[in-house]
């Protein structure tokens, strides 16, 4: 049988299976595999963070102007009167939060998360399936300084000096910064020193169960065992997306190339002709019964090829 | 084609009936996993609260049946991203703030920098190298200073006056805004232990060499009081807060150490897991020194302007020494174990 097949250049990616993953072995002792962050969701995730970082001080100077301070303005105060004084302190302060204490407070808070983190849906966990401690947390993020700031205040330095030391600087930089792309976990050299991860968890719908939308009785959709032995469980895979995603020309396509495949009869009377749907959803429902048969007797059959 | 076969009712396989018997479970937690995760842990109740771990061991048993018997790939993608959350949450940093504070003081802080001695020797040694070379170098030459000291001498150059030296080291009577600059330094300083810390990563070198160069712009500044005459008078001025900033630095530099020396000899571990060890040691005994360096800054806002007789001077400083090597030597020792029985007891001793 070398026609092509349904599931060839089929678009559908299955959600568990694409990208590295991170197992992590709870002390429950399941094992739960994590999909590893991927180097773009921490990169914007850090650029998120970034614009609140950058942007928080903007905003405070936008109240000071707002709120009546009109008597202490900078033009006629000395810098030396206290309340300037004070100003300052305050200012330089929350700076110095910003840009060291803003990832870790986040990432000790319950979510383990920046604001930045969460909205790219990923999260700091321990390595080695224990808690995250605090001690973890802020070296992982005093790593920070010698992976990002650093090279980044030298990188400016040296762009307005000119000379090696910005190249060296720069190539720095991008060692560092790219070190998450040349190992298999996505780490950080931060991630490597605090014994963390950062992994995707998003937040998933139950949806219902498609085998049990089957009618009891569907005239003219039965399969003898050849015909659905043609499958495994990547296709069934492909087969659930494609019932629950319902688009119309794809349900087309894909009935169409089954039937081709299982050597298919159509009824004669054309009212006998099941929709594409409620024949996929059959089909469906026959084949998951075959492969959960057989996996309860150990044998898994993982795609087409497998037998 | 047989008639009889594939015509089932529904709830026929077995996966159908596994998630009839447990979905109920899995919608409580989604739920309470929502509803801590927005609204946090208070306003659950004793009996929920108790719930929360069982209902968690039940779905992580559900996942780990649901991918042996189930082919649903929504259920077994809905358990999976649960069972991630839940155990997100369950395992996330939630200690107490109070717990974590009097454990980092008490305990981890101390044992910590115990733990580094070696190193600490090592960039002790460092910084007196860089202070007694930069001496030397400017007793055989004086024009050493400037490219030592460069931006960071306010006036305190080699023109300077013995007047002018000595109003620099004096209390404040002219009105500068020193508060605020101090807040500054602070953070300044801050950010260069950081630095002298995480260059460990790179083979510990540049964190000899920074050492060594902070030494040298501190035993210029010595050599050029020195040789006005108002040598004392100087160390007692920077005693007040250097002892402070100094040790501090120096446990930076030798958390640095630590690192280097972990990733070219991680010894019988794995390179992967001495890194992560040793990064736990020595971040929370950078921690420590950022703090330290916090507490100069506040030292050299207040007490540098308001303490100006040299002998007080002396007391302070030293005071601050004997106060740091004291919580650093004996605080959060282990109890004496009695010979087999291993006992997680930690003496809190008094700071």
Redesign the interface.
Known sequence: MARPDLMKGGAVA???TDGPVTP?T???G?V???RTASFASRLAALLIDFLIIILAPVVLVILYILLPFEHLKFDNVK??HPF??AL??LF??I??FLR?GYFMLF??????ATPGKRVMKI?V???D????????????N??R???L??PLTLALQASVNGGWVSLVALIWTLTLALLPLFNTSRAR??D????TRV?H???????F????Q?P???PGL????EQ?SVYG?KE??VL??VL?EKRATTLRAVADRIKTRIGW?EPKIASDIPPDEAFLRAYY??L??Q??GR??LGRRRKDKFDE | ???A????????????KF?EAR?KD??AL?KQIDR??NG??RKFTTEELLDLPVLY?ST??S??MAQ???????????L??????A???M?????RPGV?VRD?FLR?LPRSVRALWGELSLSTLCLVLGIVGGILMCMADPSWYDPLVGGMSQGRDLNASVDDLRKTIGGSES???L??FS??LM?HN??VT??A???G??GGLPTAFLMIVFGMSVGAMVWLFASRGLGPDFIAWLSIHGTTELTAAVIGAAAGFH?ARRIMFPGHLTR?AA??????L???A??GA?LMLVIAGFIEGVARQTVTEMWARFTFGGVMLVFWLAYFIAVGRLRKPRPPKVSHEVRHGQT
């Not at chain 2, 042996?68 to 809905?78: E, K, M, Q």
Request: net charge negative.
């Open positions: 299955l959600p568990f992590v709870t002390p429950e399941v739960l595999s994590f810098m030396d300037i004084q300052f302190i330089v302060l700076g110095f060291s990432e000790l808070g319950p979510r383990a999260r966990i321990s390595h399936g224990g808690h995250l401690t605090p001690s973890a947390v802020i070296t992982r005093a790593l300084e010698v992976e700031y650093l050299l931060g490597f020193l605090g014994g992994v968890v998003p937040r998933e719908r139950l949806s169960d498609l085998a049990e089957v009891v009785t569907s039965s399969f003898t065992p659905i469980e069934l895979g659930e997306e629950r009869v429902a026959a998951r019964a492969l959960e996996m309860l | 084609m047989s008639e076969a594939n015509e089932k009712p529904p709830l026929q396989l077995k996966s159908q998630r979905e899995w919608k989604a801590a995760e946090g842990l061991r992580v048993s996942l780990s042996s018997i189930s082919l649903d790939r929504n259920l077994i993608t809905f999976q991203a649960l069972c991630a959350r155990y997100v949450y395992y996330g940093p939630h200690a974590i980092f981890d009105g500068e805004p508060a605020a807040v500054f953070s801050t950010q950081l630095s810390f995480a260059l990563v790179i690192l992967k890194l992560a060890e040793a990064g736990r020595a971040g929370t950078m921690l950022m």
